[in-house]
């Protein structure tokens, strides 16, 4: 498995924004759903945003209007505008595929595949 890979991430005041993004440097994943993540400091990973194939969104509640999810299908990568920022958004953030077609596009971690290294976002106050 060649795994994605996630740049972006950096030191932000709170209120302000960063663009994550997610690379492909094999495969491409243009047929699958795939989805963003995020894991803090003794916290299980948990989701935070996913595009299906036909570009329909799902947000987890606290990021809703202030992330946008989207993806490039041509360049093989997966973006994760974060705006309005807040220390509690401070995790290391992970993208990852959902090799399986569902109805309605997964929240659940154990779904996705394929996760790099990472990216380290830091919100402080």
């Known amino acids: 498995q060649v795994p994605l890979v996630e740049s972006g991430g950096g030191l932000v005041q709170a209120g302000g924004s960063l663009r994550l993004s997610c690379a492909s440097s094999?495969?491409?994943?243009?047929?699958?759903?795939m989805g963003w993540f995020r894991q803090a400091p003794g916290r299980e990973r948990e989701f935070v945003a996913a595009?299906?194939?036909?570009?329909?969104?799902r947000y987890l509640d606290s990021v809703k209007g202030r992330f946008t999810i989207s993806r490039d299908n041509a360049k093989n990568t997966m973006y994760l505008q974060m705006n309005s920022l807040k220390p509690e958004d401070t995790a290391v953030y992970y993208c990852?595929?959902?090799?399986?077609?569902?109805?309605?596009?997964?929240?659940?971690?154990?779904?996705?595949?394929?996760w790099g290294q990472g990216t380290q976002v830091t919100v402080s106050i």
């Open positions: 094999g495969r491409a994943f243009d047929g699958f759903t």
């Open positions: 990852g595929v959902d090799k399986i077609s569902r109805r309605v596009v997964s929240v659940t971690t154990s779904d996705y595949d394929y």
């Open positions: 595009i299906s194939r036909t570009l329909v969104p």
